[in-house]
């Protein structure tokens, strides 16, 4: 299974950039890459996802590296309510669906 | 949109008596996923449903557990009989369209937090 690895944890200022980086060197050319985060007591909810290209939404920004083997998502302005474990997964077919959750990363935002 | 609904929200049973977890899907989704979490194992697949029909069950953990989906509407997990081990957070998610491509997102319910005494 395509796996990805994420640092435990991450400390950020409030009103402060956030880059949470995420490794998935075994990633092949059509598995996409999504993030979700769950906020403490709630199921994980959707933030972003993208294949090859960087992406922007409302929430988050995702950087892809070239070679796609790493990817770092961007909340470009940390609040108290980012305060989350963030997941990095990858989503691929292989004759069964997969969406396989690592760990995460959790996020902690000081005032 | 009420989202994804699931219940109970807290569930406390005694070892060896059956426990069924329900679901409500997205309205219109058309793919069903049931995950169990525990802080050891994070964040588990245990089955997933296209058009009501099981596709993988091999993240079930045994026999003890079942799960249907008699329409598109409505799912149950269950386990018979239940465990200590068993407790945990039990999620389900649906996702539009045929739910196996892999530009979909996943819309996850709040969770059923299961003890088994």
């Known amino acids: 299974d395509a796996k990805t690895t994420q640092p435990n944890s991450m400390e950020s200022n409030e009103e402060e950039p956030v880059h949470l980086p995420c490794n998935h060197s075994t990633i092949s050319g059509t598995d996409y890459i999504h993030w979700y985060r769950q906020l403490p007591s709630q199921g994980p909810e959707y933030v972003i996802h993208?294949?090859?290209s960087n992406v922007n939404n409302r929430m988050a920004s995702l950087a892809i590296a070239e070679d796609r083997k790493s990817s770092t998502l961007i909340l470009h302005r940390a609040t108290l309510r980012d305060a989350a474990v963030y997941y990095c997964i990858l989503r691929y077919n292989t004759g069964g669906f997969k969406t396989i959750f690592g760990a995460g990363t959790r996020l902690f935002v000081k005032a | 949109d009420a989202g994804v609904i699931q219940s109970p929200r807290h569930e406390v049973t005694e070892m060896g008596q059956e426990v069924t977890l329900r679901c409500k899907p997205i309205?219109?989704?058309?793919?069903l996923f049931w995950y169990r979490q525990t802080m050891m194992r994070g964040l588990e697949l245990l089955i997933y449903?296209?058009?009501?029909?099981?596709?993988?069950d091999s993240g079930m953990p045994e026999d003890r557990f079942s799960a249907k989906m008699p329409n598109a509407s409505f799912s149950t997990l269950k386990i018979q009989p239940s465990e200590p081990r068993d407790s945990a957070v039990y999620f389900c998610?649906?996702?539009?369209?045929?739910?196996?491509?892999?530009?979909?997102?996943?819309?996850f319910g709040s969770g059923t937090q299961l003890s088994v005494l």
């Open positions: 449903f296209n058009n009501n029909v099981p596709i993988d």
């Open positions: 993208g294949l090859t």
């Open positions: 309205s219109g989704h058309n793919s």
């Open positions: 998610a649906s996702s539009p369209g045929e739910g196996v491509r892999t530009n979909e997102k996943l819309f």
